[in-house]
Nanobody
Framework: VQVDESGGGSVQAGDSLRLSCAAS????????MGWFRQAPGKDREFVAAILWNDSTYYAESVTGRFTISRGNAQNSVFLQMKSLHYEDTAVYYC???????????????????WGQGTQVTVSS
């Protein structure tokens, strides 16, 4: 399974950005898709997830500003980011897994498939 992200870039604080992700190659079911991010010098952290049943979950720091949604293609997702803060600067990673559920969606170790990451830089 291959996971590809796109849509990163450099923006000003307060701006919006939309990240895209698609899992392909041998995918036969609806996967849970998650977004994580890693800022310089920090551990990778959970951002948002949409489970196989379309339930969505968010980190407290992005609730109300970020929205995760599925695309038309199976196992494609978007992360709409609004009101970006300087602290949102990080490499954003998309992850996919067929069995991640409510007990583990926020743990990066639970996901089997990962993209290479896309850089988001927010200038204050």
């Amino acid at each position: 399974v291959q996971v590809d992200e796109s849509g990163g870039g450099s923006v000003q604080a307060g701006d919006s950005l939309r990240l895209s992700c698609a899992a392909s190659g041998g995918v036969r079911s609806r996967y849970t898709m998650g977004w994580f991010r890693q800022a310089p010098g920090k551990d990778r952290e959970f951002v948002a997830a949409i489970l196989w049943n379309d339930s969505t979950y968010y980190a407290e720091s992005v609730t109300g500003r970020f929205t995760i949604s599925r695309g038309n293609a199976q196992n494609s997702v978007f992360l709409q980011m609004k009101s970006l803060h300087y602290e949102d600067t990080a490499v954003y990673y998309c992850a996919a897994d067929p069995i991640v559920g409510t007990g583990s969606y926020d743990r990066d170790s639970a996901y089997d498939y990962w993209g290479q990451g896309t850089q988001v830089t927010v200038s204050s």
